[in-house]
């Protein structure tokens, strides 16, 4: 069985490592030709995910249609505002029967979409399902206990995808909610930018702790609004996932927040981590999409005024901190039961 995975980066290559350990054939594909000759050659990949043996059951490709042709499973590993664009590229050599994974995380810029409906519409008569949860690359590659989930519309589909993904240190769950776990993923990155210049400004871990607890809060509001349910953000997608990006120097986002809470600028921050950090996107997306909605973020909100306004981060913090007061357990939604349609 051939497995294509699209985007050679940190994600992409610990998955085709993963993968490969369990005896699938598995196509790498990069557009970059050096990094795709330094895989196939030297077996590693020396920026993305350095210290890490790459199998020869994984072969790094340059070429999309074949990589594509012949997969039974196609895996979608690049940077979220790449997707649309690369099923595009894709279109003319899927096929329906062909199981779509994306495993990016993010929200597209205009449309709102998440990257579920960005595939659909450009891929149409694949059905699509989403691999998420708290995982660093980096620790997947080297065999630490991890767990994730997989969800989408058809319940036996996600079990098959369950058993191909899991081995006994990478374990997966179903979820039927891929509106929730989809938001999770993307909206986190958001909440760890601001962990991240919690640090940056020296503050401690009851700043933290605060700023991940109303961070899951907001996230969970318009995560409802938008048709997800509450209890997922509960759950590996939700606060599993917050948790280890807000606490983790893995994390690019948390490091891009710490450098911009020391007073750096952006585009100083982003070149300096030479990587997408896709919560700066995500945090203009929703912005732009609780503002749509009456939606109640502060911290989101505080976030873009720093990233996108140039405002000062211990302002933020202020204005913050110095909102009307609030009941917490009249924010609190009840929990109820959901199953797979």
């Given at each position: 069985?051939?497995?294509?995975?699209?985007?050679?980066?940190?994600?992409?290559?610990?998955?085709?490592?993963?993968?490969?350990?369990?005896?699938?054939?598995?196509?790498?594909?990069?557009?970059?030709?050096?990094?795709?000759?330094?895989?196939?050659?030297?077996?590693?990949?020396?920026?993305?995910?350095?210290?890490?043996?790459?199998?020869?059951?994984?072969?790094?490709?340059?070429?999309?249609?074949?990589?594509?042709?012949?997969?039974?499973?196609?895996?979608?590993?690049?940077?979220?505002?790449?997707?649309?664009?690369?099923?595009?590229?894709?279109?003319?050599?899927?096929?329906?029967?062909?199981?779509?994974?994306?495993?990016?995380?993010?929200?597209?810029?205009?449309?709102?979409?998440?990257?579920?409906?960005?595939?659909?519409?450009?891929?149409?008569?694949?059905?699509?399902?989403?691999?998420?949860?708290?995982?660093?690359?980096?620790?997947?590659?080297?065999?630490?206990?991890?767990?994730?989930?997989?969800?989408?519309?058809?319940?036996?589909?996600?079990?098959?995808?369950?058993?191909?993904?899991?081995?006994?240190?990478?374990?997966?769950?179903?979820?039927?909610?891929?509106?929730?776990?989809?938001?999770?993923?993307?909206?986190?990155?958001?909440?760890?930018?601001?962990?991240?210049?919690?640090?940056?400004?020296?503050?401690?871990?009851?700043?933290?702790?605060?700023?991940?607890?109303?961070?899951?809060?907001?996230?969970?509001?318009?995560?409802?609004?938008?048709?997800?349910?509450?209890?997922?953000?509960?759950?590996?997608?939700?606060?599993?996932?917050?948790?280890?990006?807000?606490?983790?120097?893995?994390?690019?986002?948390?490091?891009?927040?710490?450098?911009?809470?020391?007073?750096?600028?952006?585009?100083?921050?982003?070149?300096?981590?030479?990587?997408?950090?896709?919560?700066?996107?995500?945090?203009?997306?929703?912005?732009?999409?609780?503002?749509?909605?009456?939606?109640?973020?502060p911290i989101t909100a505080g976030i873009y005024k720093i990233l996108y306004g140039g405002y000062d981060p211990k302002d933020v913090v202020t204005q913050i901190m110095t909102r009307s007061n609030k009941h917490e357990i009249e924010?609190?939604?009840?929990?109820?039961?959901?199953?797979?349609?």
């Amino acid at each position: 069985m051939k497995i294509g995975i699209l985007g050679a980066g940190s994600w992409g290559s610990a998955l085709a490592v993963l993968l490969s350990e369990k005896g699938y054939q598995v196509d790498l594909w990069h557009r970059r030709k050096e990094l795709v000759d330094e895989i196939n050659s030297k077996r590693v990949n020396s920026k993305y995910l350095p210290g890490v043996v790459i199998n020869k059951g994984v072969t790094a490709k340059i070429n999309l249609e074949e990589t594509v042709k012949g997969s039974e499973v196609i895996v979608l590993a690049v940077p979220s505002h790449g997707v649309r664009d690369l099923c595009k590229q894709i279109k003319d050599f899927v096929n329906c029967e062909q199981y779509i994974v994306n495993v990016s995380k993010g929200l597209e810029e205009g449309t709102y979409f998440r990257l579920s409906q960005v595939i659909n519409e450009e891929l149409s008569y694949n059905n699509v399902y989403v691999l998420s949860g708290p995982s660093h690359a980096e620790e997947v590659a080297k065999k630490l206990p991890t767990t994730v989930v997989v969800s989408g519309e058809k319940k036996s589909k996600c079990e098959y995808l369950q058993d191909l993904f899991s081995t006994d240190s990478f374990r997966v769950y179903t979820n039927p909610d891929m509106i929730g776990v989809e938001l999770g993923g993307a909206l986190k990155n958001i909440i760890a930018l601001g962990a991240g210049i919690s640090d940056g400004l020296g503050y401690g871990d009851n700043s933290k702790a605060a700023l991940m607890t109303r961070g899951i809060a907001e996230i969970s509001r318009l995560g409802k609004i938008l048709g997800a349910k509450t209890e997922t953000f509960a759950g590996l997608t939700g606060i599993g996932d917050l948790i280890v990006t807000c606490t983790s120097m893995h994390s690019r986002n948390r490091r891009a927040g710490i450098l911009l809470g020391q007073g750096e600028a952006l585009e100083n921050v982003l070149e300096g981590i030479g990587m997408v950090v896709e919560g700066v996107r995500a945090t203009k997306t929703a912005f732009e999409l609780a503002s749509k909605h009456e939606c109640d973020m502060p911290i989101t909100a505080g976030i873009y005024k720093i990233l996108y306004g140039g405002y000062d981060p211990k302002d933020v913090v202020t204005q913050i901190m110095t909102r009307s007061n609030k009941h917490e357990i009249e924010e609190i939604n009840s929990l109820y039961y959901y199953g797979w349609n």
